[in-house]
């Protein structure tokens, strides 16, 4: 329980890192016509919302934003746009344009990526905005755009100085709030089965313990070794295969190294697992141990990820996705460690080694697929991240459990039959 309460605030610290200052505010919202952007959304003229992106049908196309700011000063703009020409225009009053942003060519221009991006404005503009209370901003397509035209996920605005009209820090509170939820979920996965289990089989803690520090070195060998390895084997392959095959060979070569070195990092113990008298619920402790610590230290590298971004306009409606989906991911992640972990202890106690084989090739297996989906350029994760869980994935921790139970009745049986033996011995 103590570690559950040091590692929150450690993400509580982090939250108030990024959170602006007392007198800092910022609005964003996702620009895909529902009620956030129609609140602030003045004119729209040759636009529509098409996969909850708005986007420009035309050359003469412009959307209006305007934005009460109150006795608040305007610091920044942000946005995120696809790569085409546009303007971004600001006005004191509707009437009076001038121009703040002017993409007017682009080297590579790919209108399907998304860039995030961010302007000031000039003393005399911020002062004008100041004494009007009031920020008007028009996107509009600029040059010959031939079918390609502007689509914009999100806009916002940060302003300072005293508070600011209610919209500002409402919007303000729950999106930094949003952010590292996600992040803290993750934690929690990791350590409230750690809890369940201290709690409900008083498992002591050097098995836990045990589990994280097999995870920290395995997987810090895994990543020294790839680092010097992964890109001569990726050229190589490439060599010799056609593009294809070599991709598929590249994908096997990553899960093995999981095999590898997550399964082979017990073998240097084999002689203090074997002096020890092993329980089901031991060697799922281990297992639980392996997948917790890799659980909290994900989830506190994705709390600082967020916080090192700078942008944080148009992430409410990503952290909602990757809300449920980021738990559920280090859940499935639990359920392939603990199983794997438990059939190399089996293995090596009882001296079958075909279970230190499955485990090998399970493992190996469920990597070679995380390739598939992280390296494979389809984009899986971000497109379809719960066909990926529960179809790519999820046979994985389905099989991981029932592995489980099949180990837990083996291993039962193993102990009904120690027993009177060592009972007809003792007599």
Same mark, same amino acid.
């Given at each position: 329980? /103590?570690?559950?309460?040091?590692?929150?605030?450690?993400?509580?610290?982090?939250?108030?890192?990024?959170?602006? !200052?007392?007198?800092?505010?910022?609005?964003?919202?996702?620009?895909?016509?529902?009620?956030?952007?129609?609140?602030?959304?003045?004119?729209?003229?040759?636009?529509?919302?098409?996969?909850?992106?708005?986007?420009?049908?035309?050359?003469?196309?412009? =959307?209006?934003?305007?934005?009460?700011?109150?006795?608040?000063?305007?610091?920044? #703009?942000?946005?995120? %746009?696809?790569?085409?020409?546009?303007? /971004?225009?600001?006005?004191?009053?509707?009437?009076?344009?001038?121009?703040?942003?002017?993409?007017?060519? /682009?080297?590579?221009?790919?209108?399907?990526? &998304?860039?995030?991006?961010?302007?000031?404005?000039? !003393?005399?503009?911020?002062?004008?905005?100041?004494?009007?209370?009031?920020?008007?901003?028009? &996107?509009?397509?600029?040059?010959?755009?031939?079918?390609?035209?502007?689509?914009?996920?999100?806009?916002?605005?940060?302003?300072?100085? !005293?508070?600011?009209?209610?919209?500002?820090?409402? &919007?303000?509170?729950?999106?930094?709030?949003?952010?590292?939820?996600?992040?803290?979920?993750?934690?929690?996965?990791?350590? =409230?089965?750690?809890?369940?289990?201290?709690?409900?089989?008083?498992?002591?803690?050097?098995?836990?313990?045990?589990?994280?520090?097999?995870?920290?070195?395995?997987?810090?060998?895994?990543? *020294?070794?790839?680092?010097?390895?992964?890109?001569?084997?990726?050229?190589?392959?490439?060599?010799?295969?056609?593009?294809?095959?070599?991709?598929?060979? &590249?994908?096997?070569?990553?899960?093995? /190294?999981?095999?590898?070195?997550?399964?082979?990092?017990?073998?240097?113990?084999?002689?203090?697992?074997?002096?020890?008298?092993? $329980?089901?619920?031991?060697? $799922?402790?281990?297992?639980?141990?392996? *997948?917790?610590?890799?659980?909290?230290?994900?989830?506190?590298?994705?709390?600082?990820?967020?916080?090192?971004?700078?942008?944080?306009?148009?992430?409410?409606?990503? #952290?909602?996705?990757?809300?449920?989906?980021?738990?559920?991911?280090?859940?499935?992640?639990?359920?392939?460690?603990?199983?794997?972990?438990?059939?190399?202890?089996?293995?090596?106690?009882?001296?079958?080694? *075909?279970?230190?084989?499955?485990?090998?090739?399970?493992?190996?297996?469920?990597?070679?697929?995380?390739?598939?989906?992280?390296?494979?350029?389809?984009?899986?994760?971000?497109?379809?991240?719960?066909?990926?869980?529960?179809?790519?994935?999820?046979?994985? #921790?389905?099989?991981?459990?029932?592995?489980?139970?099949?180990?837990?009745?083996?291993?039962?049986?193993?102990?009904?039959?120690?027993?009177?033996?060592? %009972?007809?011995?003792?007599?």
């Amino acid at each position: 329980m /103590l570690g559950l309460v040091v590692l929150w605030l450690v993400m509580t610290l982090l939250e108030r890192h990024v959170t602006l !200052p007392p007198d800092h505010y910022q609005l964003s919202f996702v620009c895909n016509g529902q009620t956030d952007e129609e609140r602030f959304l003045v004119e729209q003229a040759d636009t529509i919302v098409e996969d909850g992106l708005r986007r420009f049908t035309s050359a003469n196309g412009f =959307v209006t934003y305007k934005i009460a700011i109150g006795d608040c000063e305007l610091e920044r #703009a942000f946005w995120a %746009i696809n790569q085409v020409e546009f303007r /971004l225009e600001f006005s004191r009053d509707g009437k009076e344009w001038s121009t703040i942003v002017h993409i007017s060519e /682009l080297a590579q221009r790919e209108p399907e990526k &998304f860039s995030n991006q961010s302007c000031g404005l000039l !003393p005399e503009k911020k002062k004008a905005a100041s004494e009007a209370k009031v920020a008007y901003y028009r &996107f509009r397509p600029s040059g010959e755009l031939g079918d390609s035209y502007p689509v914009i996920k999100h806009f916002g605005l940060q302003v300072s100085g !005293p508070i600011p009209p209610e919209h500002f820090h409402k &919007f303000s509170v729950w999106r930094k709030f949003m952010r590292l939820l996600p992040a803290r979920l993750m934690v929690l996965v990791g350590l =409230v089965p750690v809890i369940i289990l201290r709690r409900c089989w008083k498992t002591p803690w050097r098995l836990f313990g045990l589990g994280a520090v097999l995870w920290i070195v395995s997987v810090a060998a895994k990543l *020294g070794f790839a680092l010097l390895a992964n890109k001569p084997v990726g050229k190589a392959l490439h060599a010799i295969l056609p593009t294809f095959p070599a991709d598929l060979a &590249f994908w096997l070569y990553i899960g093995l /190294l999981t095999g590898i070195f997550e399964c082979g990092i017990f073998l240097l113990l084999i002689k203090y697992i074997r002096r020890r008298q092993w $329980t089901w619920k031991d060697a $799922t402790s281990v297992g639980v141990g392996f *997948g917790a610590v890799e659980a909290i230290t994900l989830g506190i590298g994705m709390a600082i990820a967020t916080t090192m971004k700078s942008n944080v306009s148009g992430e409410l409606n990503q #952290a909602v996705v990757i809300l449920w989906h980021a738990p559920v991911e280090r859940l499935v992640a639990m359920a392939v460690h603990a199983a794997s972990v438990v059939m190399i202890i089996y293995a090596l106690t009882q001296r079958k080694w *075909g279970w230190f084989v499955a485990s090998f090739l399970y493992k190996s297996g469920v990597d070679a697929v995380a390739s598939f989906v992280f390296l494979s350029g389809a984009d899986l994760m971000k497109t379809h991240p719960w066909f990926v869980e529960l179809c790519l994935f999820g046979p994985f #921790a389905y099989a991981g459990l029932c592995i489980l139970l099949v180990l837990r009745r083996l291993w039962n049986k193993k102990d009904d039959i120690q027993a009177p033996a060592q %009972i007809s011995s003792a007599d």
